[in-house]
């Protein structure tokens, strides 16, 4: 699928905004044609002013991980990257680290050289436990089982 052909079928304006302005279609024909080579993907202000587009956004993330598309959004000082595995940080000491659980749960996660280390704790969805950890070193390691 591309484009043009998904506008042959969709005839009206609104109905070609709506779907192009949408980050799972950009990204689903990104997959389409990326022939399931697995390249990481780094994406530039996407968040703008809106909540509702950049809460689909940020759950869109997850989604496309699970299709094998590593992504990593970045929106000022801020990046945003989905693991369901292991997760390797670079950065500066003292850079915040802010560890979400998506969907539901996430159990036995491990982290090293955070200032708040976890040690195959779970982190529980919708509680903040996670968030405004601090690096200790320039590299840091989260890891689930």
Known sequence: MNLE???ANNPTNKEIY??????VFVLSLY????????VPLLIFGLFGSRLDHMLTNIFALSYLEEK?????????NQEIRITRTTIHLEGKIDDLVS?????????KIKTTNL?????????????SRGISNV???KTADVSIQ
């Open 135 to 137: 690096m200790t070193e």
């Open 68 to 76: 094998g598309i590593h992504i990593t959004f970045i929106e000022g």
């Open 5 to 7: 052909d998904w506008e």
């Open 18 to 23: 709506l779907i192009a302005s949408s980050i």
């Open 115 to 127: 200032a708040y280390k976890l040690a195959n704790e779970d982190l529980h969805f919708g509680f």
């Open 99 to 107: 560890l979400i659980p998506l969907k539901g749960d996430v159990k």
């Open 31 to 38: 997959t389409y044609h990326a022939a399931r080579v697995v």
